[in-house]
């Protein structure tokens, strides 16, 4: 067990509907990264949180959004779904800075657009 | 230059034999590179990283070697077991980043 939590495990919905997913990272991790693994793509980046600011963004959408709240948690918005958006996304926190800085990632969320 | 690329997509390797999964990259500025391992249904776990300052790391079974000059890092899995099946992919990050740029993965089936 990692110790990140990510909510729900599986998630189906319909193309054009908007979903949330949630991410509890590892006590006193101040970091939060979101990545979409898909079969042809592999893990991809998308953003990046620490302590409430988004610190880096990668290949993500307009239609998704994040945030990470006071508690840290974090949440990532889907919106207006399409069939390629059918993905498992990773949440992973890290401890605060540090070259060598692990990441641990949660169990992923399995998002299934139909 | 962010890419990983990571061979081969797939490998079958008999109980005992050495299971070898090579990396290159092409962007210099990254000064970490982490093998994570993946179970069906789990997400990636870190297994072994090692910084380019040193060569070679080995951790039980396990060994990376890395090649600066050609920009090429690979893992050994020695002694290789069924239950060393799983998804393995390699990653780099770049010094002050904390994004990973992740290989394609490596699907790895030890028979018995």
């Known amino acids: 067990d990692s110790g990140v939590t990510q909510t729900p495990k599986h998630l189906i919905t319909a193309t054009g509907q908007r979903v949330t997913l949630r991410c509890s990272p590892r006590?006193?991790?101040?970091?939060v990264y979101w990545y979409q693994q898909s079969l042809d793509q592999g893990l991809q980046f998308l953003i990046q949180?620490?302590?409430?600011?988004?610190?880096a963004k990668g290949n993500i959408l307009e239609r998704f959004s994040a945030q990470q709240f006071p508690d840290l948690h974090s949440e990532l918005n889907l919106s207006s779904l399409e069939l390629g958006d059918s993905a498992l996304y990773f949440c992973?926190?890290?401890?605060?800075?540090?070259?060598?800085?692990?990441?641990?990632f949660g169990q992923g969320t399995r998002l299934t657009v139909v | 230059q962010q890419q990983v690329k990571q061979s081969p997509q797939s490998l079958i390797v008999q109980k005992g034999g050495i299971s070898i999964i090579n990396c290159a990259y092409e962007?210099?500025?990254?000064?970490?590179f982490p093998w994570y391992q993946q179970f069906p249904g789990k997400g990636p776990a870190l297994l072994i990283a090692?910084?380019?300052?040193?060569s070679e790391k080995k951790e039980g079974r396990f060994t990376i070697s890395f090649n600066k000059s050609a920009k090429q890092f690979s893992l050994h899995i020695m002694d290789s077991q069924p239950g060393d099946s799983a998804t393995y992919f390699c990653?780099?990050?770049?010094?002050?980043?904390?994004?990973?740029?992740f290989g394609q993965g490596t699907r790895l089936t030890i028979n018995p």
């Open positions: 949180y620490y302590n409430g600011e988004e610190r």
């Open positions: 992973a926190s890290s401890a605060a800075g540090g070259p060598n800085t692990e990441a641990f």
């Open positions: 990653a780099a990050r770049g010094w002050g980043a904390q994004k990973l740029v």
């Open positions: 962007n210099t500025a990254f000064d970490y």
């Open positions: 090692i910084r380019p300052d040193v």
């Open positions: 006590s006193g991790d101040l970091s």
